[in-house]
């Protein structure tokens, strides 16, 4: 899903960049509006299984974004070896743990730029983010869900922490990030999650206390207890 606020034209119009991402659960009104964006000059990055379906959760036949990407996207994935990105591709990084590319099929006119490409554990390479010119803009897709290693389960207190960064992902994601924004002001500020972060939920005498951000950052290690 993704908040529809955000997605209003006077909020987008302050932007120049839109990272939808993996938002799955998507309305034909949040499709037009995230292609509006990009026919008014913005840039849109989409990946993996955004819009598979609606914002109930029903599955689409035929996925939004098809016709402009000239793309058909399988259900099946492959697992990603090495990653190759930035300039001519030539920077390679190799994934610590397990990173997925949903399969596609390119249609035969396919003509689209290829801002990385990827190889599976079997030594085959495929392209795996593409970009195309839409309106006055242009759209990203990356079939890989490069975000996932940085996310951990929910771990109760007195559970050890088990997450371990994928520092190799994390330099794929921000090459391609500099990649298709290289023009625009980077208007953030990096941090490590999950790492600086910890959410915590307590219950005392029937209260419930929900901690959803420790913004000074913890200081939990892999292996460490939660107190």
């Given at each position: 899903?993704?908040?529809?606020?955000?997605?209003?034209?006077?909020?987008?119009?302050?932007?120049?960049?839109?990272?939808?991402?993996?938002?799955?659960?998507?309305?034909?009104?949040?499709?037009?509006?995230?292609?509006?964006?990009?026919?008014?000059?913005?840039?849109?990055?989409?990946?993996?299984?955004?819009?598979?379906?609606?914002?109930?959760?029903?599955?689409?036949?035929?996925?939004?974004?098809?016709?402009?990407?000239?793309?058909?996207?399988?259900?099946?994935?492959?697992?990603?070896?090495?990653?190759?990105?930035?300039?001519?591709?030539?920077?390679?990084?190799?994934?610590?743990?397990?990173?997925?590319a949903l399969r596609l099929i390119p249609a035969k006119d396919n003509d689209l730029k290829v801002l990385l490409e990827y190889e599976d554990k079997a030594g085959n390479r495929y392209p795996g983010a593409f970009e195309v010119s839409y309106g006055k803009g242009k759209m990203i897709y990356c079939s890989i869900l490069l975000g996932a290693p940085a996310r951990d389960?929910?771990?109760?207190?007195?559970?050890?922490?088990?997450?371990?960064?994928?520092?190799?992902?994390?330099?794929?994601?921000?090459?391609?990030?500099?990649?298709?924004?290289?023009?625009?002001?980077?208007?953030?500020?990096?941090?490590?999650?999950?790492?600086?972060?910890?959410?915590?939920?307590?219950?005392?005498?029937?209260?419930?206390?929900?901690?959803?951000?420790?913004?000074?950052?913890?200081?939990?290690?892999?292996?460490?207890?939660?107190?």
């Amino acid at each position: 899903f993704i908040n529809e606020t955000g997605l209003k034209k006077e909020i987008l119009d302050r932007y120049n960049v839109l990272i939808v991402s993996n938002a799955m659960a998507l309305s034909d009104k949040n499709i037009k509006a995230i292609k509006d964006f990009a026919a008014d000059g913005g840039t849109v990055y989409l990946s993996n299984r955004v819009a598979s379906s609606n914002e109930n959760g029903d599955p689409r036949e035929d996925w939004p974004f098809e016709e402009e990407f000239k793309l058909k996207r399988a259900a099946r994935t492959r697992t990603v070896a090495k990653i190759f990105v930035g300039e001519n591709l030539q920077e390679i990084f190799e994934p610590e743990s397990d990173v997925y590319a949903l399969r596609l099929i390119p249609a035969k006119d396919n003509d689209l730029k290829v801002l990385l490409e990827y190889e599976d554990k079997a030594g085959n390479r495929y392209p795996g983010a593409f970009e195309v010119s839409y309106g006055k803009g242009k759209m990203i897709y990356c079939s890989i869900l490069l975000g996932a290693p940085a996310r951990d389960s929910e771990v109760g207190v007195g559970k050890k922490v088990s997450f371990e960064r994928s520092e190799q992902t994390e330099k794929a994601a921000l090459t391609l990030l500099a990649e298709f924004i290289k023009d625009q002001e980077k208007a953030w500020k990096p941090l490590n999650v999950p790492e600086d972060i910890l959410t915590n939920l307590h219950i005392d005498k029937d209260e419930l206390t929900i901690h959803f951000l420790n913004a000074t950052g913890s200081k939990t290690k892999t292996g460490d207890t939660i107190p």
